[in-house]
T-cell receptor, first 109, second 116 residues
Framework: QKEVEQDPGPLSVPEGAIVSLNCTYS??????FMWYRQYSRKGPELLMY????GNKEDGRFTAQVDKSSKYISLFIRDSQPSDSATYLC?????????FGSGTRLQVQP | EAEVAQSPRYKITEKSQAVAFWCDPI?????LYWYRQILGQGPELLVQ????????DSQLPKDRFSAERLKGVDSTLKIQPAELGDSAMYLC??????????????FGEGSRLTVL
């Protein structure tokens, strides 16, 4: 079983839609949870970061963590074509970042 | 804005040849990582350095891969001999000294390797 499971997509939505991206993990040692965004042919960049259960909001983005269910989500409100990218969930604890396989998102104008 | 520099951006080589990638992290970042990302997958850690010391190289195929960070600044990742399955993006990342495992990594643009 992979430590991190993420639906690869692709996910295609119209501009302005609310997007929900999800990951599940199996390792209880994971302490920090984050979402990275990766544009085509670029390195990943940190989008959001949290270390506790609950919600964290940053502009149009909301990260949700449920440690009891080992489940994290990223919500994007009023999605824009510029949000088209691959979204990687990631976790860390005793070791360095463990990434999910990424969900490719396409926002249609 | 400070960036992680990597070179070359693209490398095409034949199998059994040697290949090397270079990374210069953000100035002052003590922790440096090399990740490998196969197309359609997430990055996988190959090696982690804290200054010049290797912290984790458990996933590095040591029969053909080597990594060094001699002066605790820039780093080189070498593959010898390259195999077809090594075709991937090789990503370098760095993080500040006080946050080595919190996940706030700054990635370079990567070096894309194609082995023919």
């Amino acid at each position: 079983q992979k430590e991190v499971e993420q639906d690869p997509g692709p996910l295609s939505v119209p501009e302005g839609a609310i997007v929900s991206l999800n990951c599940t993990y199996s390792n209880s040692a994971f302490q920090y949870f984050m979402w990275y965004r990766q544009y085509s042919r670029k390195g990943p960049e940190l989008l959001m970061y949290t270390y506790s259960s609950g919600n964290k909001e940053d502009g149009r983005f909301t990260a949700q963590v449920d440690k009891s269910s080992k489940y994290i989500s990223l919500f994007i409100r009023d999605s824009q074509p510029s949000d088209s990218a691959t979204y990687l969930c990631a976790y860390t604890g005793r070791r360095a970042l463990t990434f999910g396989s990424g969900t490719r998102l396409q926002v249609q104008p | 804005e400070a960036e992680v520099a990597q070179s070359p951006r693209y490398k095409i080589t034949e199998k059994s040849q040697a290949v090397a990638f270079w990374c210069d992290p953000i100035s002052g970042h003590a922790t440096l990582y090399w990740y490998r990302q196969i197309l359609g997958q997430g990055p996988e850690l190959l090696v982690q350095f804290q200054d010049e010391s290797v912290v984790d190289d458990s996933q590095l195929p040591k029969d053909r891969f080597s990594a060094e960070r001699l002066k605790g600044v820039d780093s080189t990742l070498k593959i010898q001999p390259a195999e077809l399955g090594d075709s991937a993006m090789y990503l370098c990342a760095s993080s500040g000294f006080d946050r080595p495992n919190t996940g706030e990594l700054f990635f370079g643009e990567g070096s894309r390797l194609t082995v023919l």
